[in-house]
Structure formats: C-alpha cells, structure tokens
C-alpha cells in the first residue's frame, strides 16, 4: 500500500480487541490522524462486513483529502463502541432492571454516553429518517418511566414469579408503539403495548402523547409449567372454555386501556445515527436504545 493511502491493523486481542486506523500523506507527522476503535465482540455478527465498510471510507476519505473530517468519524466510531462495551460491561438490561448496576458502572456509562452526545452526527435528528425502525431498549436512567416500570415488577415478584426480559419500540410516521416483554413462572408469557404519537416541536425536541396502553392475552408455555401448578391451569382453562364467547373474544383480544389526553410528556434527542439513539427527558435523564434489523414491512404491520 503506498505511502497516501489509509493503513488499517486489527489486533487478535480476544473480547474487546481494538483496531488502529492511521492517516498518512505528505503532510507533517504532527498532522497525521491516528486513532484505535475498539471493537466489542459479540456486538455485531457481520463484523468483517463492518470492517470491508471501514476500509472503503477509509479509501473514500483519502481520495477526498478530508483527514478532519475523516478523524472526526472514526473518533465518534470509537466513542460509540466504548459505550457498547461499557453496557456489556454492566450487565446489559437484565442487570439493569434487576438493580445489581454498581453505581462505578453506571457513572462510567454516563460518561460514555455523555462523550458520545457531543458527538452527533444528526442537526435535525427529529426530522431524520434514521429516526424511524424498531430500537430495542439497552439502558435507562434511574429517573426512566421503563426503569420504574421495571422495577416495581421485581419489587413486587420474585425473578422466578416475574420477568421482563426486553422491552423495545417501534417508531413510524409520527406514531410509537413500546412493548414490554414479561414472563411469570417462566412459562406464561405476555405483552404490555404502550401506544403513542409524537409531535416534532424543534430540531432535537419531541411530544409524546399516550394514545392507548393494552395488555395481552398470555400465552402458556405448556410443557414448561411446573407440575404442581399444571391442576390449577387445567381448571382455569375449563373455566374460561366456558365463558360466554363474547368475553371470551374480549379476553382472547386483550385488555384495552385509553389513555388520549391523560399522560405526555417531552424529550430530546442528543444523539442519533444508523445504529444508536440517546434521548432525554426533561430532568436530563437518559435512554439508549440500538436498532434491531427489521424489514420495513414488519415495521409498518408492528404499527
């Protein structure tokens, strides 16, 4: 490779290995662009795609002649897989909902999020078609709506009666849809759908108006239902066959709870890309959320 073009080493480092990108040219040595990404194993599965897309900027911004511009992208690169690893780091979200963060882990994830923020690669991240898909939730603050609604789950149950095991959201056209997945006797399963809409009212800041919240009907996981409570599941099941067929469409439906014009509340987008949404609410609090793949037609159906 000659002398102007981008050198990429990857190190063999297992876990959290890094990858040191250097820009070199004519310019002086003072001038030239060094900078080591870490790269979170596990993170992502296409991660040599990732790194044949690293290599094509790299080339790109050579031929372009931009090394700031180029620096600047490989440092919020960094900073965004530093707070990846820092959530892994933490537990992820079942450490999180449970409370067994430390307070070292959750001030070392605020420092990340807070080094990545100032970061933004979107002016107007409101209007940003980045902004629409289905994000999966990774962290929340300890003032979050999703960690207090976490939290008096477990308070209440045992990690053997009750378990949320993800919660995610689905953004598109204006309209939001958050569903909380939980698990009793780690053999029912059930949904709680929080439906909203939003309302653009800056380039960063959003309204969001609670339009409806419903709870489905649970869906029984038969051959992992303990024996002792297999009689009991039997006579409830006997006994819902033989409800009118009227409540039982309305419980086979789901349980529907209008909530137009009495909750909402506003936050901000302090970052957003392909990969990573930071939003906070008004008391500063923050949420991180990663997008999950979805075909755009399952995005439109989920809706």
């Keep these: ?118 970061l933004n690669p979107s002016p107007r991240p409101t209007t940003s078609p980045c902004f629409e898909g289905r994000w999966n939730f990774e962290w929340f603050g300890s003032g979050s709506p999703g960690l207090l609604a976490a939290r008096v789950i477990f308070e209440r149950f045992p990690s053997t009666l009750a378990n949320l095991s993800r919660m995610e959201i689905v953004i598109k056209d204006a309209n939001a849809k958050a569903t909380a997945n939980i698990k009793l006797l780690n053999s029912i399963e059930s949904k709680i759908i929080l439906s909203s809409k939003l309302t653009v009212e800056g380039p960063l800041r959003l309204r969001e108006e609670y339009v409806e919240g419903m709870v489905e009907s649970p869906t029984v996981i038969e051959e992992a239902v303990p024996e002792q409570l297999k009689g009991a599941l039997g006579q409830a099941t006997t006994t819902l066959q033989q409800l009118p067929d009227l409540i039982k469409d309305t419980l086979s439906s789901g349980l529907r709870i209008p909530l137009s014009g009495s909750f909402e509340r506003f936050f901000m987008i302090s970052y957003l890309d392909e990969e990573v949404l930071i939003v906070r609410d008004t008391s500063g609090v923050p949420e991180v959320l990663t997008r999950l793949e979805t075909p755009p037609s399952n995005v439109v159906e989920a809706l």
């Design 1 to 118: 490779m000659s002398s102007s073009s981008m050198a990429l080493v990857q190190s063999s480092i297992p876990g959290s290995s890094a990858v040191r990108l250097s820009f070199s040219n004519s310019m002086p040595p003072s001038k030239r662009v060094s900078v080591v990404v870490p790269m979170v194993k596990g993170w992502r599965r296409d991660s040599s795609r990732k790194r044949a897309l690293l290599r094509a900027m790299v080339q790109e911004e050579a031929v372009q002649g931009s090394p700031s511009v180029y620096a600047r992208d490989m440092e919020r690169l960094s900073a965004k897989e530093s707070l990846l690893l820092a959530l892994k780091d933490a537990g992820g979200f079942e450490a999180l909902v449970t409370g067994k963060t430390t307070s070292m882990q959750r001030i070392d994830v605020n420092e990340r999020i807070t080094s990545l923020e100032r």
